[in-house]
């Protein structure tokens, strides 16, 4: 069965296909799930599939389109992360001892994608407890990226990643508290955006089996994924907003027009590597090649700054304060050996992997110290933004890397020009943004000579998350953006 003619187009097409009646939402939904049907065995991006209630959705849509309604996503086949509790399908976070678990109710961010008309058709696959940049458990097994199999589709949204590189429907949702959004759009080529920390409220994307009630998650964020930039926009004004029974959250934040929109307004920071990790040739090969285009038509470029944070600095805060908020839930035998490890630490070891093992440890006062550092860098970043617009730096310092299940992550190693690194040093790329909580949309700029794709991260000003996603708009329309995988082209 040959692709059809919908299966790569973009969610903004779509929609104006479907208000021309030029298509039906049941030809999209059943379009999606064929493409499922015919490719997934070799991707495995869709762990739990519910295509009987999205073709009726998809029916139920159809019907209102032919009554004249207009929503945002009516009609739009969209897959779901598997941490989303969604009614009647299982949640559980890649967790064995949670794999009879089953949600109740839909996530609020969930409802407020049906609301606005999306068809749900599956939920995409993840790591154990969302903690990796692989997409791998013991319930649903494997995702592979579908430009090389062999390859991780990044994580912790991996499976929406790989989902939307292989044509299962135009929009997903997922998570990011190290990268878990943009990581996987950058392996996959495809489009994301990490919104403004507490710009989208969390209920109902729960580790089971807790309760899906309001919680503070300390720098974590949900959004959305897509293959064209516009679409991330649309899905995110759908998302954003308050919960309704979040004492703590009785105010709409209302985001401010893009600062502009065109590339002659915008004044760009473009940082391409760093010794605390630096990237591979392709990769700073791509973020040069897109700082030279962006100056030819227009853009203000400048290649460094004294405003920029000290990014060793904050790389070690984040992974602190990161691992400070993850450790809290870790098995008291395995808090005790950290905690021990920790206090065996030299004083003068500043490494990464020396911070993270100290966050683990940190006592609340320590916490408090640490968060008045992130009370410091937020105003060192607010200063940045009244001279810049963007900063646009690294995702990852390499392309994809092959599957590497072994079991301690700190052991691992990647292979950046020739050299290893720690593997969970990567998180200091994506913490460049989620620290200070500040929005960030993921792009694609092309493929390294494997033909893996890369692409770059665009860090707008607090709470002005239009502006980072109108300067990928403006990319994606003058230097292009997703191109589909090869072997999965059909």
């Known amino acids: 069965m040959a692709k059809s003619e919908w299966s790569y187009k973009s969610a903004v097409e779509l929609s104006a296909a479907l208000a021309a009646k030029k298509v039906s939402a049941v030809e999209l939904t059943q379009d999606a799930i064929d493409r499922i049907e015919r490719h997934d065995g070799k991707v495995n991006a869709i762990c739990v599939r519910d295509f009987e209630r999205a073709l009726s959705a998809a029916r139920d849509a159809d019907a209102a389109l032919a009554r004249g309604e207009r929503k945002p996503l009516l009609g739009l086949p969209m897959t779901v992360k598997e941490s989303y509790n969604i009614a009647g399908l299982p949640t559980t976070w890649g967790i064995p001892t949670q794999k009879d678990f089953v949600a109740k109710e839909d996530s609020l961010p969930v409802t407020r994608v049906k609301d606005a008309g999306t068809v749900v058709v599956g939920k995409t696959n993840v790591p154990l407890g969302l903690g990796d940049w692989q997409s791998y458990n013991d319930i649903y097994g494997t995702t592979n990226n579908p430009y090389d199999l062999g390859r991780t589709p990044g994580g912790s949204s991996g499976g929406s990643s790989a989902a939307l590189a292989a044509g299962y429907g135009p929009l997903s949702i997922g998570s990011d508290i190290g990268g878990s959004l943009r990581v996987p759009a950058f392996h996959c080529g495809v489009y994301a955006h990490k919104p403004t920390f507490n710009l989208v409220a969390m209920r109902g994307h729960t580790p089971p089996p807790l309760p899906p009630l309001p919680f503070d998650r300390d720098l974590s964020v949900i959004g959305p994924m897509a293959r064209s930039a516009a679409d991330l926009s649309l899905v995110l004004d759908v998302m954003a907003g308050p919960d309704p029974i979040d004492a703590g959250f009785a ?124 009370t410091r860098l937020r105003a060192q970043w607010r200063e940045l933004f009244k001279t810049f617009d963007a900063v646009i730096c690294p995702v990852m310092p390499t392309a994809a890397y092959p599957h590497d299940h072994s079991p301690e992550q700190e052991k691992r190693r990647i292979t950046i020009d020739g050299k290893a690194h720690v593997y969970p040093d990567q998180l200091a790329w994506p913490g460049i943004a989620t620290l200070p909580g500040l929005p960030s949309t993921a792009i694609p700029t092309g493929f390294a000579p494997d033909g893996l794709p890369i692409g770059v991260q665009i860090a707008g000003p607090w709470l002005e998350d239009r502006t980072p996603l109108k300067l990928a708009e403006l990319i994606e329309r003058e230097f292009g953006g997703f191109v589909p995988p090869k072997m999965f082209d059909d």
Do not use: C
Request: glycine share 6%; charged share 25%.
């Open 251 to 374: 105010y709409r934040l209302e985001l401010p027009a893009a600062r502009h929109t065109a590339f002659r307004d915008f004044r760009v920071l473009v940082i391409d590597t760093d010794p605390v990790l630096p990237t591979d040739t392709a990769v700073r090969g791509t973020i040069n090649t897109l700082a030279d285009n962006l100056a030819k038509v227009g853009v203000k470029i400048e290649r460094s700054s004294p405003l920029l944070p000290d990014f060793a600095a904050s790389s070690r805060l984040y992974m602190r304060m990161l691992m400070s908020f993850l450790g809290s839930t870790f098995a008291p035998d395995i808090y005790a050996g950290a905690k021990a490890a920790a206090a065996a630490l030299p004083e003068g070891d500043n490494s990464l992997a020396a911070e993270r093992l100290r966050g683990i440890a940190l006592s609340h006062r320590d916490w408090q110290m640490a968060n008045g550092g992130r």
